[in-house]
């Protein structure tokens, strides 16, 4: 048995409550090495004085729970086990495990060979209380919501400045402004809505020199080019009609180096009242020479390496704030309370949220709640996001992790076996299974090239990427134009080229009857949106997997690969998701980059 390998962790992502009366533990062991587990648990204080006078440990209070083994990486087995039903909501438990040569008891003090022994209890994981007020409750509209992403420049445009052709190839593309705007957006809200989508998230909006608007001057003005505050609420009422939810992004790890608190240090240095908001390591605040006295030149490594003041990267126009500072605070906690309070978002998407403080983030979630229970908090967060969604501070983050997975699997970069380790690894025994339910999964943004560029330009197994988002636990979103096939690498903003409105589709690449279709099978089936799934099959392009709510069961197979492939599904009979019509029983044949989706008849 390999020891060294077994890992668990008491009140984490393996031991948490799911809910009010319910424990999910997990325990990882090395890959292939235990072939049983079963968690041994009791309450913590099961000493009582008995008829006999004795005073001594309640054995009948022992209860045993059969662990399964939830999936596998290249180095580990995790195993799982549901706990309901505990009367006093508290336990300690340890687990009996066993190789087939041996069986050990493994508590938090290690390791004793008696499996028998209650002795050492005090020496047992514990989970001293479900609380209530502790638990992950993000907004119940948020994991049946299916997000489209907007960058409202390049989306649509109603009247304005036509001097710059809508769609033109310019090669300046990230530094021009096509003149998308909110009017356009309205006009299309049908489109959005026929499509099925239930939520926008908007790119920023707020006053910027940009394109990209990640360089905030204003945080409480819908920037000119895209319209007014107004029209903003004119927006959110005609998409909240339609049953569309509203989602802003907020940038609060730095503002644009003309925003007004920043221009007032770089005039007055230290006697500047918002020399405090930033982080400020020396003066002069600009090292450096302002090209026309107003415009930041472009700088070389050297001097971006030793500017005075932290940015965000080394980007010397988006200047950090210092969110300890109470004016700092004020300032952006004012601003996302504003955009909820008198314009009634759903929601915000919280820019390079992992590097603000989380202090930060549940003061801002506090204020928040008092205005609207249930707005959505989002972090923009790449890596493992655990310490962020533990009730306190957000409700999801935005699933790169998922997208990476998807993206090498489809690309052909991984087969089947690599994606589900991936996908195991990184999300399915990374992430609570509440958790799971609301992660912001996506095959392509606004910072990433798009899906059809990354995977090779296959329209055909491109569409495969769309059934595994929309089969698999969270919140999908789709980046505008995903549901066309467009393409482009994030370098130079190619992936963020117009939306080609009136423009011919090649059939190929054209995704929205069958996202129309997926989109009303993820509503109407709660098994497309669960987060317990059972892989099948995982061999070359071949990926099969089966998911299981409330008595209905889905089973996804897909194929990518170019040569068609056979699968025997597990019996039963079987309706075929797409068309409505019964699947005849015994071994199918999956087309090269086909899928099937069969739900129980």
Known sequence: MNRQAVYHEAKSRWAYAADAKTLHIRLRAAKGDLTNVTLTATDPFNWFEFEDGEHRFDRDGVFSSDMTKEGSDELFDYWFCEVTGIPTKRIRYSFV???????????????????????????????????????????EWGENTVWYQIFCDRFCRSGGDTSVPWGSSDTKIHTTFFGGNLRGVMEKLPYIADLGFSGIYFTHLFLSPSTHKYDTVDYFQIDPQFGTNEEFRELVNEAHRLGIRIMLDAVFNHCAFEHPYFQDVVKNGKASPYYDCFHIHREPVLNFTLKDGKHIPKLTAKQQKELSFLTFAYTPHMPKWNTANATTRKLLIDAAVYWVREFGIDGWRLDVSNEVSHDFWRELRRKLSEIKPDVLLLGENWDDAQAWLNGDQFDSVMNYRFLSATVEFIGGKTDAEGFVTSLTREVLAAYPKPVQRLLFNILETHDTDRFLTATGNNPAAGLLGYVLLLTTAGSPSVYYGGEIGATGRSAGDENRRCMPWGEPIPPERDYREALRTLLQLRKSHPSFRSPDIRFLKTEGGLLAYQKETNGETLLVILNNSGDPVAFTPPEGAYTDAMTGRPQPSGTITVPSYGFYLMLNA
């Not at 390791?111 to 050492?120: I, K, L, R, V």
């Open 97 to 139: 495990i066993g190789d087939g040569k041996e069986a050990v008891r493994y508590s938090a003090r290690g390791f004793t060979e008696n499996t028998g022994d209650f002795d050492g209890l005090l020496g047992w994981f514990n989970f001293p209380f479900i609380n209530e007020e502790d638990l992950f409750t993000p907004p």
